[in-house]
């Protein structure tokens, strides 16, 4: 499940992207249609949908996903999180100075510092790209210090990664993919 920014472009798939640069077998159901093999049936389908689920979240969606994440640990097999925050507040003065005094009125907090404390077996993999224009690093590397899952938790940095473009970044698949081979993947 990818969760996006806002400003992300929707024309750009991740999931093809990913399959594609990763080298990782697509295992999207297709529920006995297309390259499935038999008939259709409502136990093929109960089969086909047990499949393992990596949540994926940049910037804002990365901090929907560790909240989703922190909510529903025993359903999610891996967590991604990319240049993301932790918290509004936090970040407020960063974008706005003026505003450092007045961050007690954000009505919008997303706390990932502390659902990211709650995460106790999912794996994760933070992708931070150290020029990051809106979202300082140091709130990825403070993130990644206060999560503890006893599942492992993995750094990649890209050091031209921008906010938007660390997913153009040389080696961003491959090292998503070499986390879900080591973590999701482990019986194929």
Request: one cysteine or more; glycine letters at 6%.
């Amino acid at each position: 499940m990818y969760i996006y920014t806002v400003s992300t472009m929707i024309c750009i798939s991740l999931a093809l992207n990913f399959f594609f640069h990763a080298n990782i077998n697509d295992n999207n159901t297709s529920f006995s249609y297309g390259r499935s093999e038999g008939t259709p049936s409502e136990k093929g389908l109960r089969i086909d949908a047990q499949v393992k689920l990596i949540i994926y979240g940049q910037s804002l969606g990365g901090a929907v996903a560790i909240d989703l994440v922190s909510k529903n640990e025993e359903q999610v097999d891996a967590l991604i999180i990319e240049n993301t925050f932790l918290s509004v507040p936090k970040l407020v003065p960063h974008l706005v100075p003026q505003l450092r005094y007045l961050t007690f009125l954000c009505i919008q907090i997303w706390p990932s510092d502390k659902s990211i404390k709650k995460i106790k077996q999912t794996p994760i993999l933070f992708l931070s790209g150290t020029k990051d224009e809106i979202i300082p690093q140091q709130h990825m590397k403070s993130l990644y210090e206060l999560a503890q899952p006893r599942g492992g938790k993995e750094w990649k940095e890209f050091s031209n990664g921008m906010h938007n473009d660390t997913i153009l970044q040389p080696g961003y698949f491959q090292n998503i993919g070499w986390f879900i081979k080591r973590n999701v993947c482990l019986d194929e």
